[in-house]
C-alpha cells in the first residue's frame, strides 16, 4: 500500500495495543502537531487508525494560588496569629492579631472573609476568637494548593471549585485523542506500506521550474478538524448604519449632518417643547458644564421661537402662557434626538434656505438618561428624516415607512396614534419581534406643527421621524437584549456569526 510519507510514519509509530495522544505520536514522528493531527485524521478516514476523543481538564495555581502554596494561606496566618496570642481562651483585639500575622493589604481582607467560613473561629466587633479544635494542618485548600504546586493531581471537585472561586487556581479544559491501529492498519503494516511521492504543498520554485507538472499532490481532507479563524468584520450596527443610508439615498433623500453637544434652542425651543417640560428638566438631560451655552443664536428665529411659545402660531393656536427664557434656551446638552438636525436644515441655517420638495436623512447617535435594560441605552443611534412638499398626507408618511422597513425584509409595521408637541398628528411604529413576537416599538413619527413650521419659515408640509436604528436591528437579527451588540456584555458568538450582508 502506498500512503503518503508522514501517514507511513504515524501509522508506524501507532501500535493496537498501547493508545497514545497525537502529541505522543507528533513528538515519536517527528512531525508538526498539525501535520500528525492531519495524518491521524486522513488515517482513521481510510480504517487504519481508531481515534478516541475525550476531554481533559487540568487545573493550574494562579499567581496568588503560587504565592500561597509557598507561604501558606492568609486566613491560616491569622489563625496561627491569633492563637499565639491566646485568642483560643479570649477574644483578643482584631489589630493586635492582624499585626501578629504580619498581614498587609489586600490580603487583610480575603483572611477575614475566610476565617470563619473556614471554622478557624470567629470575628466579632472587632474582636477574633481562634477556636482551639481547628487543624490547620488538614486544611483541605492548604492541602490542594500545595499538591497541585508539587504536580500532584486533586480530585476534590468542591476544593477546586473553592479555590477557582478565590482566584487561587484555574481549570482549563482541552481534547485529548487517543490513537490506536485497527485491525486493518495492523494488517496494511504486515503486509508493507511505502511512503508514495505525494506534495503536500506547492511552492512558488514549483511553478517557476515547471516541476508541478509531474508531481502527485496529496489529497486534502477536508472533513478533518480545522483551527477556526475569526476574521475581522465591520459590526453589524455600522453595517445596517450603512446599509439604511444607501436605502434612503435610494429613495432620494440627502444626508444631514451636525453637532453631538447642542444648544436646546434647537433640540427643544425650536420643536414647540415648553421650557418646563418634564423630558428638560436636568435629570434627563447630559448637560455640558464647559461650554455651558452656546454663543450665536439667530436672532431672528429665537424672537420668532419665543413668540410661538408665548402665544402660539395663528388664530386656532395658543401658546404655552408660561415664561419663555432664552438663556435656558442657550444651554448646551448632548442632543436626546437628532431632530435638532432637522431643526437646523429647516431653519435655512444649515445649507440655506430649502426650497420644497426635500428629503433628508441622518444615521446619528443621541443620548439619553435613561436607565438601561434589554431595550434602553444610554446612548443609542436614531434614523431621523423628513419630507418638505405641499400637500402631505398621513398616508405619504405610512407608505414611505413601508418602503423603506420593506427593504431589510420587515412588512408587519403597525401605527399608534401618539402624542408629541411638535407633530400633529403623530404615530408611533411597532415591528414585530421575530423570536418573542411581540410588538416592539420602533420608532416615533408625525406632521410638524405650524408652532414648529411657521417660525422657521417653512410654508408648506413636513413629515418627520426617528426610528431607532437598534430596535431595527433587533427585528433583523432577533436577539433580545440591545447589550448583545453593544458594550461589554454584548454577544461576541451573535457578532462573529453573523451574517455580512452588503
Ligand atoms: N424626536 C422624536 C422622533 C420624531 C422626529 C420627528 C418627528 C416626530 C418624531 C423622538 O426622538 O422620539
Not at 465591520?234 to 453637532?259: C, S, W, Y
Not at 453637544?261 to 458644564?289: E, G, K, V
Not at 443611534?381 to 418602503?403: K, Y
Request: hydrophobic share 40%.
Amino acid at each position: 500500500m502506498k500512503l503518503p510519507e508522514s501517514q507511513v510514519a504515524v501509522l508506524e509509530a501507532a501500535s493496537a495495543t498501547d493508545e497514545q495522544t497525537i502529541e505522543e505520536l507528533a513528538e515519536k514522528t517527528w512531525l508538526k502537531p498539525e501535520t500528525a493531527t492531519g495524518a491521524v485524521f486522513e488515517l482513521e478516514d481510510e480504517g487504519l487508525l481508531s481515534v478516541e476523543e475525550r476531554t481533559d481538564e487540568s487545573v493550574s495555581l494562579t499567581e496568588e494560588g503560587e504565592e500561597y502554596a509557598e507561604d501558606g494561606l492568609p486566613e491560616i496566618k491569622l489563625y496561627e496569629a491569633a492563637l499565639s496570642a491566646g485568642a483560643d481562651e479570649d477574644a483578643i483585639q482584631m489589630g493586635q492579631a492582624i499585626g501578629q500575622s504580619g498581614l498587609g493589604g489586600p490580603q487583610v481582607n480575603i483572611a477575614l472573609s475566610n476565617y470563619a467560613r473556614k471554622g478557624y473561629g470567629s470575628i466579632d466587633s472587632g474582636e477574633i476568637v481562634a477556636d482551639p479544635d481547628a487543624d490547620p494542618e488538614n486544611d483541605a485548600e492548604a492541602s490542594a494548593l500545595s499538591a497541585l504546586a508539587a504536580g500532584e493531581p486533586v480530585e476534590d471537585a468542591d476544593t477546586l471549585d473553592q479555590l477557582e472561586s478565590r482566584g487561587l487556581v484555574e481549570r482549563t479544559e482541552s481534547t485529548v485523542r487517543s490513537v490506536l491501529l485497527t485491525d486493518d492498519g495492523v494488517t496494511a503494516l504486515m503486509e508493507g506500506v511505502e511512503a508514495a511521492e505525494t506534495v503536500g504543498q506547492l511552492t512558488p520554485e514549483m511553478l517557476t521550474t515547471g516541476q508541478w507538472r509531474d508531481v502527485e499532490f496529496a489529497q486534502y481532507n477536508v472533513d478533518a478538524d480545522a483551527e477556526r479563524i475569526d476574521g475581522g468584520k465591520v459590526h453589524i450596527l455600522r453595517q445596517t448604519a450603512n446599509r439604511v443610508k444607501d436605502v434612503l439615498v435610494g429613495m432620494g433623500f440627502e444626508e444631514m449632518d451636525g453637532p453631538h453637544a447642542d444648544a436646546d434652542f434647537w433640540i427643544n425651543d425650536c420643536l414647540f417643547m415648553p421650557q418646563d417640560h418634564p423630558a428638560r428638566t436636568h435629570w434627563d438631560r447630559f448637560a455640558l458644564s464647559n461650554p455651558t451655552e452656546i454663543g450665536d443664536l439667530p436672532e431672528e428665529l429665537v424672537e420668532k421661537v419665543r413668540r410661538a411659545h408665548l402665544e402660539g402660531i395663528g388664530e386656532n393656536s395658543d401658546g404655552y402662557h408660561s415664561p419663555w427664557d432664552e438663556d435656558f434656551a442657550r444651554a448646551i446638552a448632548l442632543r436626546g434626538h437628532t431632530t435638532s438636525l432637522s431643526m437646523r436644515y429647516l431653519s435655512g441655517n444649515a445649507v440655506g434656505k430649502l426650497e420644497p420638495p426635500q428629503r433628508f436623512f441622518s444615521v446619528e447617535k443621541v443620548y439619553r438618561n435613561d436607565t438601561l435594560d434589554p431595550t434602553h441605552l444610554l446612548e443609542f443611534f436614531q434614523i431621523e428624516g423628513w419630507v418638505m412638499a405641499e400637500d402631505l398626507s398621513v398616508r405619504d408618511l405610512m407608505g414611505t415607512f413601508e418602503e423603506f422597513y420593506a427593504q431589510f425584509g420587515i412588512t408587519d409595521i403597525q401605527f399608534k396614534p401618539h402624542y408629541n408637541p411638535y407633530t400633529e398628528p403623530s404615530f408611533e411604529l411597532f415591528g414585530r419581534h421575530p423570536e418573542t413576537n411581540e410588538l416592539i416599538e420602533i420608532g416615533n413619527s408625525g406632521m410638524f406643527r405650524p408652532e414648529v413650521l411657521e417660525p422657521l419659515g417653512v410654508e408648506c408640509d413636513v413629515m418627520a421621524w426617528g426610528l431607532a436604528l437598534e430596535r431595527l436591528l433587533m427585528l433583523m437579527y432577533g436577539f433580545e437584549d440591545i447589550r448583545d451588540v453593544h458594550g461589554t456584555l454584548c454577544d461576541l458568538e451573535l457578532l462573529r456569526d453573523v451574517e455580512v450582508i452588503h
